[in-house]
């Protein structure tokens, strides 16, 4: 009965050490891939988010921070919309804000298409389709609304910066592998 408690108690012990270095060997992955990135703490937030990330391997958290792109592209276009909601009498401003529209209509696409290249291991199509469809976008929307002195709420300038950040991060990562 003895033997039966020590060897449960050290099997416990063991799952329990095992769990530990594991994660924090991932722990230490994520900082070393977050640490490349122009904002390391926005990236490791992304990371820390998630809750599938102390078992995430390099790609597992490269999707991690694609789907915290997606969430705050969601929230952009959101934003886009309710701005051009607002200045109706602008048409100017419409209009660029309408090809804003069309642009994260365009990087939705090609958050898909990174994510589905991820998955298939082909890296160079996912930093392709990440640089070109996904980041593109939100810096020639907000260089347009600046050519037009367009006054942009901080909290639309906030989210472009973090879009931005994270995408670079991706970039970084995904050149990496």
């Known amino acids: ?5 020590i060897t449960t108690k050290l099997l416990l012990l063991t799952t329990l050490v095992t769990i530990l270095v594991i994660s ?3 722990e230490e992955l994520m900082m070393q891939l977050c640490h490349n990135s122009d904002n390391p703490t926005l990236c490791l937030r992304c990371l820390s988010s ?16 694609l789907r915290c792109v997606n969430t705050h592209l969601i929230t952009l276009t959101n934003n886009t919309s ?15 804000l309408k ?16 994510d589905a290249h991820l998955i298939a291991g082909d890296y160079d199509k996912a930093a392709y389709d990440v640089s070109v469809t996904v980041e593109a976008p939100p810096v020639s929307c907000r260089a347009n609304l600046v050519t037009l002195n367009f006054d942009l709420p901080s909290s639309f300038r906030y989210q472009t910066e973090v ?15």
């Open 1 to 5: 009965m003895k033997s039966s408690s």
């Open 24 to 26: 924090r060997a991932n």
């Open 50 to 65: 998630d809750p599938t990330s102390p078992k995430a391997d390099q790609v597992q958290l490269a999707r991690i921070i």
């Open 82 to 96: 309710t701005l051009a909601s607002m200045h109706p009498q602008d048409p100017k401003a419409a209009d660029a």
């Open 99 to 114: 090809q804003c529209g069309l642009g994260y209509a365009t990087a939705k696409r090609g958050v898909g298409k990174a």
């Open 163 to 177: 879009y931005l950040a994270l995408t670079q991060a991706l970039l970084r990562i995904i050149d990496r592998f």
